[in-house]
């Protein structure tokens, strides 16, 4: 299941980075691009870190990688989101949740972290 929705996140950055690259530039303002390549970027490292747990949780069963996951699957919906949606040029009060999604991601990391050195002992 892990794994399924790893593939499933990289598949859509793909989609929304290509949508970005020829489909935004169009009408997009230079600020809703950089909007865009952010949230495509960071969509992308986060989708890999979550195959990484995937992986990871197939490697070694009894390591706990659920509450790291769904935050950073939470952290991307918030933080990736907010930015695709003020890039589509939707009201910018959206951007608001922009840094929770953020938080939510670096706590995701530094729970793993954390899980990582536990389990290691």
Known sequence: MWIAISA???ALAVMLGAFGAH???SFATPEQLAWWSTATQYFFYHALGLLILGVLHK????????TP???????????CGSLYIMA???PRILGAITPI???FMIVG???LAWQALKHAK
Do not use: E, R, S, V
């Open 8 to 10: 499933l996140n990289l």
């Open 23 to 25: 489909g935004l530039k």
């Open 59 to 66: 490697t070694t069963p009894t390591f706990p990688i659920k």
């Open 69 to 79: 996951f769904i935050l950073m699957q939470i952290g991307i919906i918030f933080f």
């Open 88 to 90: 589509l040029g939707l």
């Open 101 to 103: 999604g953020g938080a």
């Open 109 to 111: 990391w530094l729970l």
